[in-house]
């Protein structure tokens, strides 16, 4: 009959295997699993002036703990842990949009499809800043579009004023017919 014929498992319900688990000098079996876990947990309890955060090298949304995707902070009972700042921007993000626009992040992304991933008022791909805009119609709080940096910027510069943006462009004209 082959090692395979039944499955052993520790007490704690990891699988035994060869791999898996390692035979002591007595003849009996211990889990590799189990050892490693209460090994950690000694050495957290022996030595609690070091920091282990977790097993996890991820946040509960599956972001990567690498360097400078989160932070180390200390909750008011003192205990510390990562953040991660990913789920942090993400969230303050989608806060931002339905207190200041209404917009869900599902309604931002099916406006921002359908004006198929591109500036709304010069139909550049790339946002040229730090991220795309949501703008809005500032009497109504109506959103109009999602825009670029620059085209975000210009708007605002002539606060929404259409016969300042209609001036500008016969300037650019006459400027360019000059030449």
């Not at 052993?8 to 002591?24: A, D, F, I, M, W």
């Not at 209460?38 to 609690?48: C, E």
């Amino acid at each position: 009959m082959s090692s395979t014929a039944f499955a052993r498992v520790c007490k704690h319900g990891h699988l035994q295997t060869e791999e898996t688990s390692v035979v002591r000098p007595n003849g009996k079996r211990r889990c590799r699993v189990c050892e490693n876990v209460s090994a950690r947990f000694r050495y957290r309890v022996l030595n609690p002036v070091v920091k282990v955060y977790a097993l996890r090298n991820c946040c509960g949304r599956g972001h990567v703990y690498a360097a400078g995707t989160f932070k180390v902070v200390t909750n008011p009972r003192g205990k510390s842990f990562r953040l991660c700042l990913v789920c942090r921007t993400e969230t303050g993000r989608a806060r931002n949009q339905e207190k200041n626009y209404g917009l869900s992040i599902e309604q931002w992304n099916d406006l921002f499809i359908a004006q198929g991933r591109r500036c709304a008022a010069c139909g550049c791909a790339k946002h040229g800043g730090k991220n795309w805009h949501t703008d809005h119609d500032h009497a109504t709080n109506k959103v109009r579009g999602i825009l670029c940096h620059p085209c975000n910027v210009a708007l605002g510069q002539v606060k929404d004023r259409v016969e300042v943006l209609y001036k500008l462009a016969q300037y650019l004209v006459r400027s360019r017919d000059g030449d």
